[in-house]
Nanobody, 128 residues
Framework: QVQVVESGGGLVQAGGSLRLSCTVS????????MGWFRQAPGKEREGISC????????FYADFVKGRFTISRDNAKNTAYLELNSLEPEDTAMYYC?????????????????????WGQGTQVTVSS
C-alpha cells in the first residue's frame, strides 16, 4: 500500500522557520523524484521545489528567493523541505509528491503530470 505522509507543519511567527518531512512507503523511494507543492485558500496549487532521485538536481520556484531548502535521505525514505524567513504569504497547505524518475528522464520539474503519488498535506500558518 502506497503512503505519502507529510509532517512538520504548524503555526509560526513571521521570520520563523519550520522543517517539513515527507515519509513514504509502498514503493521504491530512491527511484522517485520528489516535489513539494502548496495551496493557499482561494488560490491554485503551486510548485515550490523538487529534487531528483540522487539529489544531483534541485529546482526552486522563483518566489522561494533562497529561503527554502529541499533535501532527501534515501535510507530513510524521507524528503525534507526546510522553510526559513517565513512570511504570512507562505500560509498554505503544503503537499509532497513522488514521481518515477523515468517520467522526467532523471531530472525534476514542478509540473503536476510528473508526479504519481501525493500526500494529504501539512498546514503551515505564518502569523504577522
Amino acid at each position: 500500500q502506497v503512503q505519502v505522509v507529510e509532517s512538520g507543519g504548524g503555526l509560526v511567527q513571521a521570520g520563523g522557520s519550520l522543517r517539513l518531512s515527507c515519509t513514504v512507503s509502498g514503493f521504491s523511494f530512491r527511484e522517485y523524484t520528489m516535489g513539494w507543492f502548496r495551496q493557499a485558500p482561494g488560490k491554485e496549487r503551486e510548485g515550490i521545489s523538487c529534487i531528483n532521485w540522487n539529489s544531483n538536481q534541485k529546482f526552486y520556484a522563483d518566489f522561494v528567493k533562497g529561503r527554502f531548502t529541499i533535501s532527501r535521505d534515501n535510507a530513510k525514505n524521507t524528503a525534507y523541505l526546510e522553510l526559513n524567513s517565513l512570511e504570512p504569504e507562505d500560509t498554505a497547505m503544503y503537499y509532497c509528491a513522488a514521481g518515477p524518475w523515468q517520467w522526467t528522464g532523471g531530472s525534476c520539474n514542478l509540473g503536476d503530470g510528473s508526479y504519481r503519488y501525493w500526500g494529504q498535506g501539512t498546514q503551515v500558518t505564518v502569523s504577522s
